[in-house]
């Protein structure tokens, strides 16, 4: 029963990663897991067996909740992108006033305005740089077999670990920023593929492993972010806690103009608008809801 409780929540921990506004370090915060996370990576040798244990089952859950609902954010993607950049928007919204707590939980100085709009504007600068439309975004597009794209690939990973150690950081919105956020989802999604290989064609079986050209650098650059940025979080966090959560803050509300498509495209006034207004509207209060279970 344990195990099956720890793999529901690691399921929901990694849907979270690539859920705007509900990033995996956020959602291992309400469950009361981030720091034994975070210390279970860093003081991993001190307690092999229970260490390997936990992380394993946790880890097992990740990787599902992540194969899973990049198929589902994707499909909604494609066929009702507009409602679903507003709802994504909502529950980034609804994370704000959380993350704002949780950085003023050592008390507020005014200068701790200092990291929040440097992030602030760092994350304004990469939704200005990128004119991609959501559809151009979500596109799978082909990736050359060669050493740069490899450490390319691997430096995607490293990026994207950000979102499952760094609370309020959504790996969505990284992939959306650097524009490779269809690259990257679709061969998340083709690991399900792995159970239709022993029906599969050659033509299949040839397409699935051109995924794995991608996972492999991929996947090994999320293992090494995820190890760099369970240290470097320790130690934030430990040193300068209110600043690295201010920092968080700004960053978080700087990528918003990323996910409302009416900052950078023009839209039309219709029926469309007006229900994904409406769904930013409900997604901001239940994001909102749910954050306010957050342990401290």
Known sequence: MKFLKMLAKGILIGAGSIAPGVSGGAIAIIFGLYEKIINSINNFFKDIKNNALFLINIGIGVVIGIVLFSSIQLTLLKHYALPTMFTFAGLVIGTIPRLLKTANKKGFNYYLLIPFFLALGIGL????????SISDNIQETELIFNFRNIIYLFLIGIVLSGSLVIPGISGTVLLFLIGVYGLVMNAIASIKDIFLLPFA??????????????LIP???????????????????????????????????IGSLPELIPIFNQAISINRTLILSIILLLVASYVSFYLNKFAKD
């Open 218 to 252: 991929l996947g090994l650059g999320l293992v090494v972010g995820t190890l760099l940025f369970s240290r470097l979080m320790e130690y934030l966090i430990n040193k300068h806690y209110s600043i690295t959560y201010y920092a968080i803050v700004g960053f978080v």
């Open 125 to 132: 600068f990469f939704c200005w740089i990128d004119n991609t």
């Open 201 to 214: 064609s050659k033509d299949m079986i040839l397409a699935f492993l051109d995924k794995m050209y991608i």
